[in-house]
């Protein structure tokens, strides 16, 4: 009887391993074996500074170092490389992203498509036909404000070589903007443990022209997107453009597309369907 798959999580920007503990614990409960990844500076890798703490201290958290200085998209590769090759000795391995996890996963796939028996992308990005930071000038991004974590920036990405948001503000301002675009369907206590989740820190580099979707790799492995139907982060008609794109560049080996209802943190906070549903594309 053949090894079953291993699942293999990556997940998105400001997240951790830890959120995907509910939907382990389904896939636990349907007899399947995953695996979640910290990419580099996250998880208990990240930095924490005490001026994140309460009473913060802005001016000192501005300046605060944190880990996830310099860390690049061939970082976030090489150790999803080495997860894959160590998860591979026991069988097959279905690598899912969040997000932008899928930035990371596309390069993996360019670079190791080997590695990989399934990609499963939800509501994640694949970037096929433009550079990630190009598809939010296009028309299907209209309505996705980009700067709502802009509302609690704090520092200079540029000085601090990184991205540093304050997740523990009390700006209502701020608040309604993440609410809106990560979980406008979930309570508010709901939207608040996950928003304690995330970590500050998060890197700079989302990869270039050279680590989009290339037919030859990474077009090569079966693979599934999961569009999230009410997701005002990364949009339902975003996502639906990035399957054409894929689709076009590999039509011999196109999308299989399924659907989950809810917005883009829903699925992990209440994770019983996506969990029945990658156990269903494992004897794919």
């Known amino acids: 009887m053949p090894n079953p798959p291993t699942f293999v999580l990556v997940h998105g920007a400001f997240a951790t391993s830890f959120s995907f503990a509910p939907l382990q614990a389904e896939l636990a409960l349907l007899g399947h074996r995953s695996a979640a990844v910290d990419l580099p500076g996250h998880g208990f890798g990240a930095t924490y500074p005490a001026a994140y703490q309460t009473p913060q201290d802005l001016a000192a958290l501005a300046a605060e170092p944190g880990a996830i200085k310099g860390v690049t998209l061939a970082d976030n590769v090489a ?15 279905i690598l ?35 550079d990630v930071n190009d598809y939010y000038a296009e028309p299907e991004m209209a309505d996705v404000d980009a700067g709502a974590l802009a509302l609690a920036l ?13 997740f523990r503000t009390a700006d209502a301002a701020a608040l309604a903007a993440f609410k809106h675009a990560f979980a406008a ?28 979707a290339q037919a030859a790799t990474w077009g090569r492995v079966p693979r599934t997107y999961v569009r999230l139907s009410a997701d005002t982060s990364l949009t339902p008609a975003l996502q639906d453009r990035m399957i054409r794109e894929a689709d076009a560049l590999t039509p011999d080996n196109p999308f299989d597309v399924r659907t989950l209802e809810g917005g883009h943190l829903r699925w992990l906070v209440r994770p019983k369907p996506a969990a029945e549903l990658l156990a269903g594309l494992a004897g794919l």
């Open 96 to 130: 899912v992203a969040h997000s932008r996890g899928g930035i990371t996963v596309t390069a993996v796939a360019n670079a190791r498509p080997d590695l990989i028996d399934r990609i499963v992308y939800v509501s994640a990005w694949c970037p096929v036909d433009l």
């Open 154 to 166: 704090v520092g200079n990405p540029a000085e601090l070589g990184l991205l540093r948001v304050n």
């Open 185 to 212: 369907d979930l309570t508010d206590d709901e939207f608040r443990t996950f928003l304690n989740a995330f970590q500050p820190d998060e890197n700079l580099d989302v990869g270039t022209s050279a680590d989009r």
């Open 79 to 93: 150790h999803v490389i080495e997860v894959l090759e160590r998860a591979k000795r026991n069988g097959p391995t």
